[in-house]
């Protein structure tokens, strides 16, 4: 069995779960679109995770659309009271698969509708307002319009916690400003260290942040550091990737997705391995090597 325990807990709302958790939006077809390629695996990987001690899963419903939530509903429901499932909102998908705003007020309310009937649920644990930016790199500018109709459906009962997607710092203090934030989720990786600072602020007001591509963006030479780091311990590079993420601070939880059952299992380990001070300095300077060249994808 494998012991998420030991990556520890951390407050996301009103409950601690596990830092190592669970990403959904694999678990539609390709390009996030469509049915899955195998439900019965999709299914039984949603049933092995929370089998597994995972309490936090993270989905929306623009995923498919509707297909990760139609598949947690049917694997899942009724839901275990420990399970923290993150819900967000701010996008709709196109006929062409395509990624398209949905910022406004109205359409924040509908798909807040679409959450929880396709969730089976009254309530929503918590919802992250997805600001779409550059897309996948965040862009200064007012959210006050969106957060504020988010918080005025929390007052309503159809939302317990609020949280944020792809957002600046000056923005996270413009929503705290409307109502409590419980997490932060944007772009982060070894390489990918623009929130540095963000985190550490976050941990000191005890706010979860929550990488997305938490594994993407290795250059040739970087997974070559990581590979070695990875040998020396007798793991594979995702999962010393996943770690240095949980060590990096400790208000940092983690939802690398799958559609695999063996990929899950390996996902999760990452919750055991203890990188020493050798290794992080290791790991912390591929960041450091992106920087000096100007690119931090």
């Not at 299992?265 to 000096?292: C, K, P, Q, Y």
Request: glycine share 10%; hydrophobic share 45%; with cysteine.
């Amino acid at each position: 069995m494998i012991q998420l325990k030991q990556a520890g807990r951390f407050a996301l709302g009103s409950r601690a779960v596990h830092r190592l958790g669970y990403g959904a939006m694999q678990l539609a077809g390709p390009g996030v679109f469509g049915p899955p390629r195998d439900r019965t695996e999709a299914l039984a990987v949603l049933r092995e995770a929370v089998a597994s001690g995972v309490d936090h899963i993270d989905t929306s419903d623009f995923y498919g659309p509707h297909i990760t939530n139609e598949l947690i509903r049917e694997a899942l429901h009724p839901y275990a009271d420990e399970l923290v499932i993150v819900t967000k909102v701010g996008a709709v998908r196109g006929a062409d698969a395509s990624w398209n705003p949905a910022q406004q007020p109205a359409e924040l309310v509908a798909a807040v509708h679409d959450n929880l009937r396709n969730l089976g649920v009254d309530t929503l644990d918590v919802v992250n307002l997805r600001i779409m930016g550059d897309v996948h790199a965040p862009a200064e500018g007012s959210i006050e319009p969106q957060f504020t109709a988010l918080a005025e459906l929390q007052q309503r009962g159809l939302i317990r916690h609020l949280g944020l997607s792809n957002v600046t710092a000056s923005q996270v203090h413009e929503a705290r400003g409307i109502a409590k934030v419980v997490c932060v989720q944007n772009h982060y990786n070894l390489v990918h260290r623009a929130d540095d600072a963000l985190i550490d602020e976050l941990g000191r007001l005890g706010i979860a942040y929550v990488p997305f591509f938490p594994l993407g963006g290795f250059t040739p030479l970087q997974s070559d550091t990581l590979s070695n780091v990875a040998k020396h311990l007798g793991a594979t590079p995702m999962q010393v990737a996943l770690a240095w993420l949980l060590a990096r601070a400790s208000n940092v939880l983690l939802i690398p997705g799958t559609s695999s059952r063996a990929h899950l299992r390996e996902n999760l380990v990452a919750a055991e391995i203890r990188l020493d001070a050798t290794a992080m300095a290791a790991l912390d300077a591929i960041g450091g090597a992106a920087r000096g060249k100007g690119s931090e994808e």
